[in-house]
C-alpha cells in the first residue's frame, strides 16, 4: 500500500489467512495468547514497520520484549494500513484457508477467483512430514507442534517429558510446560551460545573492522576466504572485548569444533562473559563478528552467490554459526541454568539426538514427548507451497530445498507468482527474519506490481506522480535526445528553451473571456515572471500590454518599443530616478502609499510635465486577507480629493494574493468605490487593474493532485514514508491542479453585477498575469553530471545547474521532471535531484523521484513547464557560475536579454 500511495496507483488488496489477524502469524508466535514469558529473541530496535518503531519512546524495559508485545504492535500495524489506505486503493481481509493457486495467462486463480497478483508468504508451515506428531509413542503423550501455547497444557506437573531440540523453542517450552523434569535431546549435544554485544567505546572501537570484513565479505572467493574474513574480524572483536585471543580458539569456533564435551559448563561461561563476570570467549567474539557483517553475507550469498561460496558445505557452515550466532538473550539462557540447577532439566540424553526417541523415553521414564524442532526453511511437502512445486508450478533451487524465485519473489517459471519468506531460505539467506533492512524481496515485490497498476510505469515520476500538462512543441523537442545535447553544448548546463507561441493563446483566452461578458480586457504581461524579452515582444505584438517592477525592466522594455500608455510600473520600492523614467515615457505608475503619490506629484511638477498613475487600493482586511501593497479605501479618498495639475488619475490598481475569484469580484466592487470618488473629485478614470493572480494548472490529471495531497498529509502525519528531503512537509506550494483557470476563472470574476459596474463607468479591466500567460512556454534542460550516493546510501543524481535556476518563493517545483535517455538503459533508481552549490541541502526538487530505466551522466533531465517564475525569480550566480542562457525555440537562438 505504502507502494501504491508512491505510485499514485489503484490497488484492490485481499488478505486471505486462515485465522483472525490477531492471531494471523505461525501459530502462538505473536497472537494474544503468547505467554508473557515467551520473548523476542532479537533486540526490539529491529522491530518497526510502516507504523513505527516498536518502543519510539523507550517504555518497554528490558532490550527483548514479549513477543506478546510485538504481537499488539503488529496488530496496531495492520489496523493503521486501513486506516491510511491510499486514495482508489482498497483492503479486504478473508478468514479462509488458500487450497488452490493456479497461474493464468494473465494473473493468478486463488480460491478459483482471478487476481492480477498474488503472493504467498504463509511463513513455518504448520505440520511437516518430519513431525513427531507422526510418530507412534503408544500411550505416551505427545506435544507437536508446541504452538500454540495451549497445545502444552496437556503436559502435567507429575510429567516427565522428552524433549527433541534445545535451541529457541525448547527454552519456550520449558518456560510454560509444568513438566516435572524435561530431558533435552539434540543432535550436536550443545546448547546455543546466548547474545552477547558490545558497548560504549568498546563498540565504537570495532565498528571499523566490523565494516572492513562486511566489504570484503562482498567481494569475497570462496567459503575459506570468507572464514578467513570473519577470523580476522572476530580476532580484532576478542582483543577489544577481553584483551587477549587466540586465533585457533576461534578457527575452532568457526569449523565447529570447539566443543569441551560439558554443554552446561559452556553455557554458565557464555553467561558469565556475556554479563562481563569474565572475559569473552571465542565463540561471542566470531557470534558478533557474523551477526554484524551478516548484511554483507546476505548479499553475497542469495540468489546464487551460496553456490560460488562451496554450496552444501556453505549450508553447513552457516548451520553451524546459527548455534553460534542467533541464541537465546541472557535471560532466557538463565532460566536453561537455573532449571538444571533445581533439577528441573536434566541434561544425561542431550547428546543422544541420533538414537531412537521412544527407547531414549524409556530410559528416563518419559510419560511425554515434546516436539521442539520446527518444519524446516525451503519447500516442506504437504503445504501449498509444496504442492505447487508437485504440480511443476514452482521449483526447487539446486540442490536445496528452497523454492527458486527471481529477486521480486516472483517464482521462476511464473510470472504474476510470487513467495517470500522460510520456503527461500537456502536460495535468500537470512530471508526468515523480523529485520526489515536485511531483504528488499517484498519491497521489490511491492515496486513491481505497483508499476504494473499503473498507466504508465516507464515515465520517470517523482513520488507519488504528478505528470505535467503535455505542450506539442516540448513534447517533440524532449523526444530528440540529440537536438536537447546541441542545445547544451552550444550554450551550456542549464539551459532555458523558451517558445512564446502558447503565451498568444493564453492571452486571446482572457481577452475574449472579458469580451463575453461584455468588457474591455487588456493583458499586462508581468515581466517578473520571465526576463526574456521574447514574451515581452509577444505581449506588445498582440496589442497588450507589459507590468514592470525595476528601472532595467522598464528601461528594456521601452527599447523594444513598447508604448509607455501600454506599460505600468507596479514596483514595491520606486526610487526617484524609476518614478522619473516613468513619468517621461508616459507610463502608468501604481502608486503604492500616499507618501508616494506626493513624491511622484512633485517630480512631476519639477519637469513640468504630468503623470500618470492608479492609486493602489488595499482591499478590506475583514473580508480578504491582509496586504503590505496599497492602501486602504478611506484613506485615498481623502489624499485624491483635490486634482493636480501635474497628476492624471487614469485608473485603480489592486494587488490580491491568491487565486479565488470571489475575492477578485469583491475586490472589483471596493475599487468601483474608490473610482466612483475619483470621478467625483473631477479625475477621468480609465480602467481598474486588479493585477495576477490569475490561476492556471500544471498538471494532466486532477487525480494525481488528489492523490498528493493525500501523500503528503500521510507524511506530515508522521506515518508515510518521505517522499521528500528530510521529510520537508512542502507546506507553502503552489496549486498545481486548480480549476477554473484564465478565461473561465475569469468570467466568474465578472459575474453578478460586476461587468455590469464595469460597463456603466465606462471602465476597462486590465490584468497583470505572469505564469498564467507563460504556461507552456518554457522547459530547462540539465546535463547529467553523476549518479551516486550520500554516506547513508541515500542515492543522490546530480545535475549541472543550482536550485536558484528553479524556485520560487513556494517550497518545491511540483510536477514531474522528463528524462531525456542518452545512455543505455540500467536498473530503477529513486533519488533526489542535487545542484552545483555547495551546500548540504542544495535540492533541485525537493521530491524523490524514480527513474524506472535508470539514470546516468551524460543523460539529460528536462523539467518541462518552468516559464513562469521557475527559471529566474531568484537565480543566483553564485560561486561564480554563469546564469542560464535563454534559447528562443524554434530558431534556437538566443533571447535579446542575453545579447544585450
Not at 524495559?61 to 510485538?70: I, K, T
Not at 493456479?102 to 518430519?130: C, K, N, Y
Not at 501604481?590 to 511638477?605: G, K, M, P, Q
Amino acid at each position: 500500500m505504502e507502494r501504491a500511495r508512491q505510485r499514485g496507483a489503484a490497488i484492490e488488496l485481499t488478505v486471505f489467512n486462515d485465522r483472525p489477524i490477531a492471531e494471523a502469524s505461525a501459530p502462538g508466535a505473536f497472537g494474544e495468547s503468547v505467554p508473557d514469558a515467551w520473548i523476542l529473541n532479537a533486540p526490539k530496535s529491529i522491530v518497526e514497520t510502516q507504523l513505527g518503531p516498536l518502543d519510539p519512546h523507550d517504555e518497554i524495559a528490558g532490550e527483548f520484549p514479549s513477543r506478546g508485545c510485538v504481537g499488539e504492535h503488529l496488530l496496531a500495524s495492520w489496523h493503521a494500513v486501513a486506516r491510511h489506505l491510499p486514495p482508489r486503493c482498497s483492503l479486504t481481509h478473508r478468514i479462509e484457508e488458500v487450497e488452490a493457486v493456479e497461474p493464468s495467462a494473465d494473473g493468478v486463480i486463488v480460491q478459483g477467483e482471478h487476481f492480477d497478483e498474488a503472493l504467498i508468504a504463509t511463513g513455518h508451515a504448520h505440520d511437516w512430514p518430519g513431525s513427531l506428531a507422526h510418530e507412534d509413542f503408544g500411550d505416551l503423550t505427545v506435544v507437536a507442534p508446541v504452538y500454540p501455547a495451549s497445545n502444552l497444557d496437556v503436559v502435567g506437573k507429575d510429567d516427565v517429558a522428552l524433549v527433541r531440540g534445545a535451541a529457541l523453542t525448547f527454552i519456550d517450552v520449558v518456560k510454560y510446560a509444568d513438566a516435572k523434569v524435561f530431558y533435552p535431546v539434540t543432535r550436536s549435544g550443545r546448547f546455543m551460545e546466548v547474545k552477547a554485544y558490545l558497548e560504549g567505546e568498546a563498540k565504537t572501537t570495532a565498528e571499523p573492522y566490523i565494516e572492513l570484513a562486511s566489504q570484503k565479505i562482498l567481494q569475497c572467493a570462496g567459503l575459506d576466504e570468507l572464514t578467513g574474513i570473519l577470523a580476522e574480524c572476530a580476532e580484532h572483536i576478542l582483543r577489544i572485548a577481553s584483551g587477549e585471543g587466540s586465533a585457533e580458539d576461534i578457527r575452532a569456533v568457526l569449523r565447529g569444533e570447539d566443543f569441551t564435551g560439558d554443554p552446561v559448563a559452556e553455557l554458565r561461561t557464555s553467561i558469565a562473559a556475556a554479563r562481563g563476570q569474565r572475559p569473552w570467549t571465542p565463540a561471542l567474539a566470531v557470534a558478533l563478528a557474523f551477526r554484524d557483517t551478516y548484511d554483507a553475507l546476505i548479499d553475497r550469498a542469495s540468489f546464487g552467490g551460496r553456490d560460488t561460496l562451496g554450496g552444501r558445505d556453505f549450508d553447513s557452515f552457516t548451520s553451524t554459526m546459527e548455534r553460534v550466532a542467533f541464541g537465546p538473550p541472557v535471560e532466557s539462557a538463565e532460566v536453561i541454568v537455573d532449571m538444571i540447577a533445581k533439577g528441573r532439566i536434566g541434561t544425561e540424553l542431550i547428546a543422544r539426538g541420533e538414537e531412537d526417541l521412544k527407547q531414549l523415553a524409556g530410559q528416563v521414564g518419559a510419560t511425554a514427548v515434546i516436539d521442539a524442532v520446527l518444519a524446516p526453511p525451503g519447500v516442506v511437502d504437504g503445504t501449498l507451497v509444496g504442492t505447487l512445486v508437485e504440480q511443476g508450478i514452482g521449483q526447487r533451487y539446486g540442490d536445496t530445498r528452497a523454492l527458486h524465485v527471481a529477486a521480486d519473489g516472483t517464482l521462476v517459471g511464473q510470472t504474476h507468482l510470487a513467495a517470500a519468506g522460510r520456503m527461500n531460505e537456502g536460495l535468500i539467506l537470512g530471508h526468515d527474519t523480523f529485520k526489515r533492512t536485511k531483504q528488499d524481496v517484498i519491497p521489490r515485490w511491492a515496486d513491481r506490481v505497483s508499476a504494473r497498476a499503473m498507466e504508465n510505469p516507464e515515465r520517470v515520476h517523482g513520488l507519488p506522480p504528478l505528470e505535467p500538462k503535455h505542450f506539442d512543441w516540448s513534447d517533440a523537442l524532449l523526444a530528440d535526445p540529440e537536438r536537447c545535447h546541441q542545445l547544451l553544448e552550444q550554450f551550456g548546463s542549464p539551459v532555458n528553451v523558451l517558445n512564446p507561441a502558447p503565451m498568444q493563446t493564453n492571452i486571446d483566452e482572457l481577452v475574449q473571456a472579458g469580451r463575453r461578458a461584455g468588457v474591455l480586457t487588456k493583458v499586462f504581461y508581468a515581466r517578473k515572471a520571465n526576463k526574456a524579452l521574447v514574451f515581452a515582444d509577444t505581449a506588445r505584438d498582440t496589442g497588450n500590454g507589459v507590468d514592470v517592477a525595476s528601472e532595467n525592466e522598464l528601461r528594456q522594455v521601452l527599447a523594444h518599443d513598447v508604448p509607455g500608455e501600454r506599460i505600468i510600473l507596479s514596483a514595491a520600492i520606486k526610487p526617484d530616478r524609476l518614478l522619473q523614467l516613468a513619468i517621461d515615457n508616459g507610463v502608468v505608475i501604481s502608486v503604492d502609499n500616499r507618501a508616494e503619490y506626493d513624491r511622484i506629484d512633485a517630480l512631476a511638477a519639477a519637469s513640468g510635465l504630468t503623470a500618470r498613475v492608479a492609486p493602489r487600493l488595499a482591499p478590506d482586511p475583514d473580508t480578504m486577507p491582509p496586504t503590505r501593497f496599497g492602501e486602504r479605501l478611506g484613506d485615498w479618498v481623502g489624499h485624491v480629493r483635490e486634482p493636480s495639475k501635474s497628476i492624471r488619475i487614469v485608473g485603480v490598481h489592486a494587488h490580491l494574493h491568491g487565486y479565488a475569484a470571489a475575492d477578485r469580484s469583491a475586490a472589483l466592487r471596493e475599487c468601483m468605490v474608490l473610482i466612483d470618488a475619483i470621478t467625483d473629485a473631477g479625475h477621468n478614470p480609465e480602467f481598474i487593474d486588479i493585477g495576477g493572480g490569475v490561476p492556471m494548472r500544471y498538471l494532466e490529471h486532477e487525480q494525481q493532485w488528489r492523490d498528493w495531497q493525500d501523500a503528503i498529509g500521510q507524511q506530515r502525519a508522521g506515518y508515510a514514508e518521505p517522499m521528500t528531503w528530510k521529510a520537508d512537509p512542502l507546506e507553502n506550494t503552489y496549486p498545481y491542479w486548480q480549476e477554473p483557470t484564465r478565461g473561465t476563472w475569469l468570467e466568474q470574476v465578472l459575474r453578478d453585477g460586476v461587468a455590469e459596474g464595469l460597463r456603466e463607468r465606462g471602465l476597462r479591466l486590465h490584468l497583470e498575469p505572469g505564469r498564467s500567460l507563460l504556461d507552456g512556454c518554457g522547459v530547462i534542460l540539465a546535463r547529467v553530471a553523476f549518479v551516486k550516493t550520500r554516506s547513508d546510501g541515500l542515492s543522490l543524481v546530480g545535475l549541472e545547474m543550482n536550485r536558484t535556476q528553479c524556485r520560487t518563493t513556494s517550497d518545491d517545483y511540483l510536477t514531474d521532471p522528463v528524462l531525456v535517455k542518452r545512455t543505455p538503459d540500467s536498473s530503477p533508481l529513486e533519488a533526489y535531484l542535487v545542484g552545483a552549490y555547495c551546500i548540504e541541502d542544495e535540492l533541485i526538487l525537493r521530491r524523490k523521484i524514480r527513474f524506472p530505466r535508470g539514470v546516468a551522466a551524460g543523460d539529460i533531465v528536462a523539467i518541462p513547464n518552468a516559464a513562469g517564475y521557475f527559471m529566474h525569480i531568484l537565480e543566483s550566480a553564485s560561486h561564480q557560475i554563469p546564469l542560464a542562457k535563454n534559447v528562443v525555440w524554434p530558431a534556437g537562438e538566443l533571447d535579446a536579454i542575453d545579447r544585450a
